[in-house]
């Protein structure tokens, strides 16, 4: 088995002596701790030595991307092909060693014995090779073509580096403000002089296009605008100007005005210019994401975090709210409802949903994101791309919502019992007339209706009210009785004999102890029926 070891100075061939000692993979290593025992296991067999460092920088390029470069290709034809034909090949990059086998046909290995061999001969690497190296030199030319490396990695894919993005959206909303603000500016100033050409053109260039095409107003009817606006718009623009109220101006003001319709339409031309390098760039460093939000949101959300490996770093919960810091945050002092979008609300599918279910739909939206954001700054150029796939998804997710609009989420039909119905007029006969409501007097009720109502309050309150007061005059009526006849006995002299008592003066005794209980009874009562009327 030969072994091809990539180096800072070129392509070593090993052979291996003993395969033997490769099927104990765990110990391997231990045979590499001096370099007698490394040269009893392998030996070199051939080395090619690179010109220059820009052939070391070519091949180890090539490398990397598991390609097979020109002085490699004619080292191995030469060493193996010619030499020892039906010998394997040990690679330790397996995309290298399948492009070997496709180009050159030798058969490939790559294992985890393979690796473990390849650590072993890195350690003794300067001794392996020959006394034409030192540990210095190859410590040198190892710095030297990592930097080489990095540089040229850094030249020549533009495409990764997104900082131009960042860059180009933020002066593209510089542009857009500016121009709003010089398109305003130019219809406050021109209106004084045709101030009925705002309402015919609403569009900021192809005003600031009449404006120069035209100049003064009266030039309307020989000025050719049919290039600027369309046939029926030029007729209205030349009748609004022969009965203008707008006043004269100047040709010193006039020129200041084209002027400025001339940084206008620059402007505008110049965005759209950059609209379209945003563009190309944004499916050059985020087709994914750019599939899924598009171009401008996706810039957008590249540009707030910082960068694209950034934004791959956020969460979908952050992504989602991207933009709506400061409403988030107020939300959380005053423990109300945090925001459900921020920037993403203006990617197109937001947009194309019902208002109930934007939230939801930025949530989906959020995590299909995300994983093409990852997809886009940590994949290469064989990963697959999943932003079709991943928009798919989020478009049946969105029909399913709008379904269940109609229909609940068991699959029943879902009531409608408060829909709006269709309002008529229910018309009436025709009413007499009624004299008696021409009166715009506040009739005031006599004293005898004042009256009336208070026994109706009274009557209402029910007959329990004039029974008690009946029944407690009764009862003090009684009580006063009683209380003369003690008194009369007590008034009797001292020297007559008491009277046995009688049978009737025992029906009186228990007469009055009988009433002294029915006393006790009605006060229980009167009592309980003031309580009620006070929960009452």
């Not at 947009?351 to 886009?376: E, F, H, M, W, Y």
Request: hydrophobic share 35%; glycine share 6%; with cysteine.
């Amino acid at each position: 088995m030969l072994v091809l070891f990539e180096t800072p100075a070129g392509f070593a061939l090993f052979k291996v002596h003993d395969e033997g000692k490769l099927k104990k993979s765990e110990n391997l290593f231990e045979e590499f701790q001096s370099v007698e025992t490394a040269r009893k296991i392998v030996g070199l067999k051939d080395f090619a030595k690179f010109d220059d460092t820009a052939d070391a920088l070519a091949a180890a390029t090539a490398v990397v991307e598991g390609k097979v470069p020109k002085n490699l290709k004619s080292f191995l034809k030469k060493a193996v092909l010619k030499k020892n034909a039906n010998e394997k090949l040990a690679v330790s990059d397996l995309k290298l060693a399948g492009s070997i086998k496709e180009k050159l046909g030798i058969e490939c290995v790559h294992d985890t014995s393979v690796m473990e061999l390849m650590r072993g001969i890195r350690t003794q690497l300067t001794d392996l090779i020959g006394n034409d190296f030192s540990q210095s030199d190859m410590h040198a030319m190892t710095l030297g073509l990592s930097h080489s490396l990095s540089r040229y990695k850094l030249k020549f894919s533009p495409d990764k580096v997104d900082t131009m993005i960042v860059q180009a959206i933020s002066l593209l909303d510089d542009l857009d403000k500016e121009l709003n603000i010089y398109a305003m500016r130019v219809k406050e100033w021109y209106g004084w002089h045709f101030p009925e050409l705002v309402k015919i053109v609403g569009d900021n260039l192809t005003y600031a296009r009449i404006v120069k095409t035209m100049g003064d107003r009266s030039n309307a009817p020989t000025v050719d605008l049919s290039t600027v606006l369309e046939e029926s718009i030029v007729s209205d623009v030349i009748e609004a100007s022969k009965i203008s109220m707008g006043t004269e101006i100047s040709a010193e003001d006039l020129g200041h005005v084209v002027d400025l319709c001339d940084q206008v339409i620059d402007i505008s031309e110049y965005r759209d210019q950059l609209f379209d390098y945003i563009k190309n760039r944004m499916r050059a460093i985020a087709p994914n994401l750019t599939v899924l939000v598009g171009e401008l949101v996706g810039a957008r959300l590249i540009a707030h975090a910082g960068s694209l490996m950034s934004l791959a770093k956020h969460p979908a919960s952050t992504v989602q709210i991207l933009g709506a810091e400061k409403a988030l945050f107020r939300a959380l002092k005053t423990k109300k409802s945090t925001p459900k979008y921020g920037l993403i609300y203006h990617a197109s599918i937001v947009g194309q949903t019902a208002p109930k279910n934007k939230g939801k739909i930025s949530r989906v939206l959020a995590n299909q994101a995300v994983l093409a954001i990852r997809v886009d700054a940590l994949g290469d150029k064989d990963t697959t791309q999943i932003g079709p796939d991943s928009l798919a998804k989020v478009q049946k997710r969105q029909q399913q919502l709008e379904s269940e609009q109609g229909f609940g989420m068991a699959g029943k039909k879902a009531s409608f019992k408060n829909t709006p119905q269709k309002y008529e007029r229910q018309t009436n006969a025709a009413q007499t007339y009624n004299p008696a409501a021409d009166s715009t007097l506040r009739q005031t009720p006599s004293k005898q209706e004042f009256v009336k109502a208070d026994d109706d309050a009274m009557d209402v309150d029910g007959g329990s009210a004039k029974e008690e007061k009946k029944k407690d005059k009764k009862d003090k009526k009684d009580k006063k009785d009683k209380k003369d006849k003690k008194d009369k006995k007590r008034k009797q002299p001292e020297g007559e004999v008491e009277e046995k008592p009688s049978k009737k003066r025992k029906t009186d005794d228990d007469a009055e102890a009988s009433e002294k209980k029915k006393d006790k009874k009605d006060k229980k009562d009167k009592k309980d029926k003031k309580d009620k009327k006070k929960d009452q």
